[in-house]
């Protein structure tokens, strides 16, 4: 059974970096694609991007000019880095594992979901 | 605003059926992509109820069931019970963004 889980620093001040990373234990990590994901308080849900164990990614053009993934297969973990932090990016920040029908992007489903981390941009 | 439209609330009695539609266009539902649900208890992670528009992970209850037509989606619970009161989003893939999408989500109170 696969689990994520997820770490990283919970409260940052406006400007700063955003630091996430998500270990996964049990299954395989090189067959599928590694995805963040983020909630905002009362809010739904916005995908961030995704990498693969090679280390080829995927973002959300709303927000790919701040955000970088990156991964470790040796440890088998990925990461998220978001720069120039603002109020609007405080959030509950999940990890999750990509499925896709036929290796097609466009029939990709996110199971399973790590138990997500809070993150505050606050002053 | 979310290109998955989504009501914000729909609402049943114990053992009624309910349906939460998912309203998208020719870019994403339209274009023949998928549509996946999930299910999020307040302050939880979101679990995958239905994916590949009709299919049931191993462990949900065939309550849930899945469909698609057109440029919309559905998910239908039968036999509505108080454990099903949560948070419910459709989620699909948008070529004119080049991004997954979600719904906005929709609450479903059991009376």
């Known amino acids: 059974q696969v689990r994520l889980q997820e770490w990283g620093a919970g409260l940052l001040k406006p400007s700063e970096t955003l630091s996430l990373t998500c270990s996964v234990y049990g299954g395989s990590f090189s067959s599928y694609f590694w995805n963040w994901i983020r909630q905002p308080p009362g809010k739904g849900l916005e995908w961030i991007g995704e990498t693969d164990h090679t280390g080829s990614t995927n973002y959300n053009p709303s927000i790919e000019s701040r955000a970088t993934i990156s991964v470790d297969k040796s440890k088998n973990q990925f990461s998220v880095k978001l720069k120039s932090v603002t109020a609007a990016d405080t959030a509950v920040y999940y990890c999750?594992?990509?499925?896709?029908?036929?290796?097609?992007?466009?029939?990709?489903?996110?199971?399973?979901w790590g138990q997500g981390t809070r993150v505050t941009v606050s002053s | 605003q979310s290109v998955l439209t989504q009501p914000p609330s729909v609402s049943g009695a114990p053992g009624q059926r309910v349906t939460i539609s998912c309203t998208g266009s020719s870019s994403n539902i339209g274009a023949n992509y998928d549509v996946h649900w999930y299910q999020q208890f307040p302050g939880r992670a979101p679990k995958l109820l239905v994916y590949?528009?009709?299919s049931r992970p191993s462990g949900v209850p065939d309550r849930f069931s899945g469909s698609r037509s057109g440029t919309s989606a559905s998910l239908a619970i039968t036999g509505l019970q108080t454990e099903d009161e949560a948070d419910y989003y459709c989620?699909?893939?948008?070529?004119?963004?080049?991004?997954?999408?979600f719904g906005v989500g929709t609450k479903v109170t059991v009376l």
């Open positions: 590949g528009s009709t």
């Open positions: 989620q699909s893939f948008d070529s004119s963004l080049s991004t997954y999408v």
């Open positions: 999750a594992r990509g499925r896709r029908l036929w290796g097609v992007r466009m029939y990709n489903w996110f199971d399973p």
